[in-house]
DNA sequence: TGTTGAAGTGTTATCGTTAACAGTGCATAA
DNA sequence: TTATGCACTGTTAACGATAACACTTCAACA
C-alpha cells in the first residue's frame, strides 16, 4: 500500500539500512551513496512509518490528555498549554473528553495505555478516578494530575490554592456587606470542592458567621447543576443574599434560573464564582471571579510529564500549587466595581 | 519490559496464537483454555499492545484534528463534536493545534501522517493550506475540511453558509437604521472571510447602500488584530455606526477599542459578529451574533472522514453546507432585540 | 477398519523499522 | 608483501502481534 523504506532501498540501489542511517541523520553514510537516498525518498514521496520505529524504540512520543470537557474554558486552556509544550518536545497528543464520566475515563485510560502513550496527563472527574490511577504509578507508568488531587495518591500534581481562592471571593462578598451566602458545589467527591469548601466557611469563620449546612448545595457542577441548585436556594423562605458557585459552568446555570425568575445580579442577588472566561471580561467585565491560570495547568503539567517520561523526575512526586487572582468586578454590588457596560 | 502476549502464552501453557484468539474473541478456543488464559491475562496485568496490531492491520484506529486554536468558542465545540463521534466509532483523536500558521499546520501533517493516522480532519489556516492537502488527496489520503474551502481543492467539506449568514446580519443592522457599516475581515485569503465580505456587499447592494472599500479592514482575525483593526476605523473623519466583524476572537479586540476610547455599545457603536458563546449567551445576552452549528461541524466532518476511512464514501467528494442563525439582541440598538434564551 | 471432517491448537512468515554484528574494500603502515 | 584499521554497507534477528496454513485429536460414518 504505502511507500516503505524498502522500495527507497530498492530504488536506491542499497541496503535498508542504509537508507534507515540516512533517514535518521546517523554519519558513516558516503556522500553520494546519501545523495541517492536521499533522490529515492524524494521520488518516492516516502514518509517513514513512526509506528514501526515506535514498536522497537518502545517509545510512541505521545502522551494521553484526558479532560473532562474542552470546551469548558477552563480546561480548554489547559489543553492548548499542554499540547503547546509537548509539541515542542516532539511529543503528540491523543485528547480525551471524559465528560467527567468515571466509566468513560476508565475506558480512555485502557485505551490509551493500550495504545502505549508514554505518559498521561489527567484531570480526574472526581476521588474515584483513583482507582484507575492507581495500577499505573504501580507499574511506575507516568502520570501527572491536573486540577484535581486523589485521596492518598502519591503522584504528581498540578492544582491551584482553592482554599485561599474561595476565602479571598467569600472575604470579598462580607466586606461587601454579605452575611447570608449560599455555595453551589458538588457531592464532596472531589478535592477541589472540599477546598473551596473549606474557603468558604474558613472566610464565614473568620469573619464570625455562623455556617448554615443548608446554605451549601451539592449538585452536579455543569450547567444543569447549576440552574437546579439555583431553583432550590430560591425556594427556600429565606433567601440568601449571595451565591458563590464552585466554577464557571455552573454559574451559567444559576444565572439562568435567577433570570426566570425576574431577578437580577447584582441587585436582587450577588454572584460569584471560580474560572474568568476570556470573552465575558472583555465583552461584559461583571462577574467577580477567582481567575486560574489554566494555561499554566497544562503546560507545566506536560513539562512535569516529560521529565518524569525521560526519567530526569527522581522518584519523589511533585505538588505544584499555583496561586489564583480575585478579580473584582460588578456581580457583588460592591462599590469598586466596574458598571456592567457603559 | 511490559507484559506481551507471549508472556501471557507461557504462563497459561499454550501458543501466541491462541492467545491472540482469546483477545480477540475468536471462536474455536476450547472453554477451558480460554479460562486459563484470561486467567494468565488477568494475573500478568497484560494490556495489548495496538501498535503492533496496527503494524499488521496497517490501521492505527486514530485520526488526526488540527485546528487553529481549541480555545476559541468556535472551535472547542468542533472538537468535542468530533473527538466525541471519533471515538463512538473506536477512533483516537492526535489534536493539533495549528494557530493559525502554514509552517505549524505543514509539520503537523507531516507528523500525522509519519504516525501513520487514518484520516485527518483539518480547519485550514487559510488557502494556502492548500499545497499541504493537495498531495494527501493525490495519494487517496482520507481528508475533511472544517469550516472553510480551498480553492481548487475537491475535498469532502463541512462549511456554513457564511454568505447568507453575513448577509442576514447585516440586513438586521441596515432594518435598525444603520448605513455606515464597517466590516473587518481577514486578508482576503480565506473562503469564509471572502463569502462574508459577498454577504456583506449583497445586503448592502440590496438595500442600495454605496460599498466603501475603505469601510473593510483587513487585519488578523485575532483579538490583537480586531483591537487595532477598530483603531484604525476610529481614527476615521467620519465614524461608521456599526461593526461587523468576521468572528468571535475579532469582536472582542474591538470591544476593547471601543472601551478605550469611551465608547460604549450599542449607544455609541453597534456590534455584530460571527459566532455564539455559551458564556456570554447566557450571562450576558448582549451581542447580535451569526450562530454556527460548531458542534455538528466536528461530528459531522468526524462521520464523513469515518465513512471515507471505511471505504463507505464513494469516489466523489462530498460538500455539506451548515445552516446558520441570526440572533438579535441588543447590540445594534435594535427596538426588537429580545433576549435569547429567558 | 479406514475415511472424513470438524474442533482445537501450533508454526511460520510478516507488518516496517532498527540494533548489533558482519562483512567488504581500500589506504596506510610495517 | 602482508597486516591493520578505517569507512562504508549489508545481514540477521528482533519489536509484538496476527494471517495463513499445518497439524493433531477424536467422533461419526461407510
Redesign the interface.
Given at each position: 500500500?504505502?511507500v516503505t523504506l524498502k522500495d527507497v532501498a530498492k530504488q536506491a540501489g542499497v541496503s535498508a539500512m542504509t537508507v534507515s542511517r540516512v533517514i535518521n541523520g546517523r554519519e558513516g553514510v558516503d556522500t553520494e551513496t546519501q545523495r541517492r537516498v536521499e533522490a529515492a525518498i524524494e521520488a518516492l514521496?516516502y514518509?517513514?512509518?513512526?509506528?514501526?520505529s515506535?514498536?522497537i524504540s518502545?517509545k510512541?512520543q505521545?502522551i494521553g490528555?484526558i479532560v473532562p470537557?474542552?470546551?469548558n474554558?477552563f480546561f480548554?486552556?489547559v489543553?492548548?498549554g499542554a499540547?503547546?509544550t509537548a509539541?515542542k518536545a516532539g511529543y503528540?497528543?491523543?485528547?480525551?473528553?471524559s465528560e467527567g464520566d468515571l466509566r468513560l475515563e476508565r475506558e480512555y485510560v485502557?485505551?490509551l495505555?493500550?495504545?502505549?502513550v508514554d505518559g498521561l496527563l489527567l484531570a480526574p472527574a472526581n476521588d474515584r478516578s483513583r482507582h484507575c490511577v492507581f495500577?499505573l504509578l504501580r507499574?511506575n507508568f507516568p502520570v501527572v494530575l491536573l486540577d484535581r488531587s486523589l485521596p492518598d495518591l502519591d503522584c504528581d500534581l498540578i492544582i491551584s490554592d482553592s482554599a485561599s481562592g474561595a476565602r479571598k471571593l467569600v472575604e470579598h462578598l462580607i466586606s461587601v456587606g454579605h452575611r447570608n451566602i449560599a455555595h453551589l458545589t458538588d457531592a464532596d467527591d472531589t478535592s477541589t470542592g472540599r477546598d473551596r469548601l473549606r474557603g468558604y466557611r474558613e472566610a464565614l469563620e473568620g469573619a464570625g458567621i455562623e455556617y448554615h449546612e443548608d446554605l451549601v448545595l451539592r449538585t452536579t457542577v455543569d450547567?444543569i447543576g447549576g440552574y437546579r441548585a439555583t431553583q432550590q436556594i430560591l425556594a427556600h423562605d429565606q433567601l440568601p443574599t449571595a451565591i458563590f458557585t464552585v466554577n464557571?459552568m455552573t454559574?451559567?446555570g444559576a444565572?439562568?434560573a435567577l433570570?426566570?425568575r425576574g431577578m437580577s445580579v447584582p441587585k436582587d442577588m450577588a454572584l460569584v464564582c471560580f474560572d474568568d472566561?476570556?470573552?465575558?471580561a472583555?465583552?461584559?467585565p461583571?462577574?467577580t471571579v477567582i481567575d486560574q491560570p489554566a494555561e499554566t495547568f497544562g503546560s507545566l503539567g506536560a513539562q512535569l510529564l516529560l521529565e518524569r517520561i525521560s526519567g530526569k523526575a527522581g522518584p519523589r512526586s511533585r505538588r505544584i500549587v499555583l496561586q489564583t487572582d480575585l478579580i473584582i468586578r460588578a456581580s457583588c454590588g460592591s462599590k469598586t466595581g466596574i458598571p456592567?457596560?457603559?
Open positions: 500500500m504505502s514521496d514518509v517513514p512509518n513512526r509506528i514501526a515506535g514498536l518502545q510512541t505521545t490528555l470537557d474542552v470546551v474554558p480548554s486552556p489543553v492548548r499540547e503547546a509539541r503528540r497528543v491523543l485528547l480525551c473528553n485502557e485505551d495505555v493500550s495504545h502505549r495500577p507499574r450547567q464557571n454559574v451559567v444565572m439562568q433570570r426566570e472566561v476570556e470573552h465575558l472583555v465583552l461584559s461583571f462577574l456592567r457596560r457603559e
